[in-house]
């Protein structure tokens, strides 16, 4: 005998209303402050702002109880049960309403030096100082003045500042990441180069990792960190190449990695006469590679010893 379950409409916008955020925060979810938003850490290509989700991936989104249908795999009186506080009874908070206008994009104002981004940068991340400074003239990389963050900058074609994405330079605590309100996604932090070959990686750090492992002729290709798993910076820098003919996917070595990798591959691939390869980092990321290598060279030394 099947059970009907019936739910009046006032009950369906209540689960619509439910905060996401709350809710996936009872579940056990982390996410990462992303501007006004906040982005799934388990898949970085979902962002949530109150009772509202977006996939940059697929380019959908929708509320509560959709979120839960498509992402946890419920039936609707499932997803409704379940925000209406299912057999326990416990009604979860309803998203505050934000009907605040976007807020224009503006970088951060800058340090009048970077003594604590190239300590962060060289001592602690290992990143190579000759591909730091080539960033740094190419006003592409800079300190903030009020909280010391590394700030990597993305320009459009004028060379107009449209992207800014911020990282903590503390060596303590959970780190800082986070998205300038009011960036342009296609502008995020990227390097042109002269080839037809575009390197793709998820955060700038592992970008600037995999060029100081691989340090022969970089300036030859180019590179993008999408900040997060969205293939449109990535369509929007092949737009730029010339004659874009090889796209090499560099995401993390982890279960999130290898979706975004599997999805942009299926975007990228109607894109005529472009060969797509992944290259897959030994650890979770390219920065562990390169602080791993840099221990190796010394034997014996911790990496707290190293960074002093």
């Not at 910076?233 to 975004?260: F, H, M, Q, S, W």
Request: aromatic fraction near 8%; charge should be negative; charged fraction near 30%.
């Amino acid at each position: 005998m099947v059970t009907f379950v019936y739910f009046t409409e006032e009950q369906k916008r209540q689960a619509n209303d439910v905060d996401l955020e709350a809710y996936l925060l009872r579940r056990g979810e982390k996410l990462l402050p992303s501007g006004r938003e906040k982005r799934l850490a388990s898949d970085r290509s979902i962002t949530i702002r109150g009772n509202e989700w977006f996939d940059h991936e697929t380019q959908t989104g929708g509320h509560s109880v959709d979120f839960l249908r498509i992402h946890y795999q419920m039936s609707f009186p499932e997803a409704v049960q379940e925000l209406l506080g299912g057999h326990q009874g416990q009604m979860l908070p309803a998203a505050k309403k934000k009907d605040m206008p976007p807020k224009p994009f503006a970088r951060p104002p800058s340090n009048s030096n970077m003594r604590r981004a190239f300590a962060y940068l060289i001592r602690q991340r290992h990143i190579d100082r000759d591909v730091l400074i080539e960033f740094v003239r190419a006003k592409l990389i800079y300190e903030d003045a009020d909280h010391h963050n590394v700030v990597f900058v993305g320009r459009d074609e004028d060379g107009a500042a449209k992207h800014a994405h911020m990282r903590s330079t503390n060596s303590w605590g959970d780190p800082f990441r986070l998205n300038v309100e009011g960036c342009d996604p296609r502008y995020s932090f990227h390097y042109d180069g002269k080839d037809g070959r575009l390197y793709v990686f998820e955060a700038p750090i592992d970008l600037l990792s995999y060029i100081s492992l691989h340090p022969d002729r970089w300036q030859d290709h180019s590179y993008v960190a999408c900040c997060g798993t969205s293939a449109i910076p990535v369509i929007t820098c092949l737009d730029r190449i010339a004659r874009p003919e090889e796209v090499v996917l560099c995401l993390d070595n982890d279960e999130a990695g290898y979706k975004a990798s599997r999805r942009m591959e299926e975007q990228l691939t109607e894109k005529d006469s472009l060969t797509i390869q992944r290259e897959t980092s030994a650890h979770k990321d390219w920065n562990d590679d390169l602080c791993a290598m840099r221990q190796e060279r010394v034997p014996g030394m911790t990496m707290e010893a190293m960074n002093r």
